[in-house]
């Protein structure tokens, strides 16, 4: 199975400011299909995961363009600019590139 | 507007069977892969089964193989898990998830439940 590890475990950040979570997979996460299937997940306190990037790079619908997903290969980054109170939570990195899928052990967005 | 709703969890003894089910609107539910991810209590995410679109090919992760069977009703846009001999490490809250892509396996979650809670002890 590809192992997601992702760092930090946990981050404070001021509102208004700029965070980077990595993910890094332990194989890449290239498909034969040319296509890398990494996305990002925020779950707010008390609710069900939701999509925030797919395919490393594209915002799903509806998601700020303060979100934005970068990296290729095995190495990924999940950068939050201008944090808002509704960014808090915890984020998940995930691939589908190859079965089973598998998701980081999450990053948990704190306020300073 | 997409929506997926989980019901059937609640109390099980180890051992026991339970069946959940997802009721999904605002898409052609016929069109995408169908996925159950669960998260035990203060755990992380995992992947419990995935289904095609037509129903005929299903995926498991060796945790639930041979004791977990993912199914589908095209015709009412439903999706089931049926959970048999289960373990107190089943305890999770249990999503239902749309794949990202049309009729494609590898993906992403694009929309997920609110979850169900299945707890299993005795």
């Known amino acids: 199975d590809v192992v997601m590890t992702q760092t930090p475990v946990s981050l404070s950040v001021s509102l208004g400011g700029q965070v980077s979570i990595s993910c890094r997979s332990s194989?890449?996460?290239?498909?034969?299909?040319?296509?890398?299937?990494l996305s990002w997940y925020l779950q707010k306190p008390g609710q069900s995961p939701q999509l925030l990037i797919y395919?490393?790079?594209n915002r799903f619908s509806g998601i700020s363009d303060r979100f934005s997903g970068s990296g290729s290969g095995t190495d990924f980054t999940l950068k939050i600019s201008r944090v808002e109170p509704d960014d808090l939570g915890v984020y998940y990195c995930g691939q589908g590139t190859q079965y089973p899928p598998t998701f980081g052990g999450g990053t948990k967005l704190e306020l300073k | 507007e997409v929506q997926l709703v989980e019901s059937g969890g609640g109390l099980v003894q180890p051992g026991r069977s339970l069946k959940l089910s997802c009721a999904a609107s605002g898409f052609t539910f016929s069109n995408y892969y169908m996925a159950w991810v669960r998260q035990a209590p203060k755990k992380g995410l995992e992947w419990v089964a995935t289904?095609?679109?037509?129903?005929?090919?299903?995926y498991y992760p060796d945790s639930v193989k041979g004791r977990f069977t993912i199914s589908r009703d095209n015709a009412k846009s439903s999706l089931y898990l049926q959970m048999n001999s289960l373990k107190s490490e089943d305890t999770a809250t249990y999503y239902c998830a749309r794949h990202g892509s049309i009729a494609a396996i590898s993906t992403w979650f694009a929309y997920w439940g609110q979850g169900t809670l299945v707890t299993v002890s005795s």
């Open positions: 289904i095609s679109t037509s129903g005929s090919r299903t």
């Open positions: 194989q890449s996460l290239v498909h034969n299909n040319g296509n890398t299937y």
């Open positions: 395919k490393v790079s």
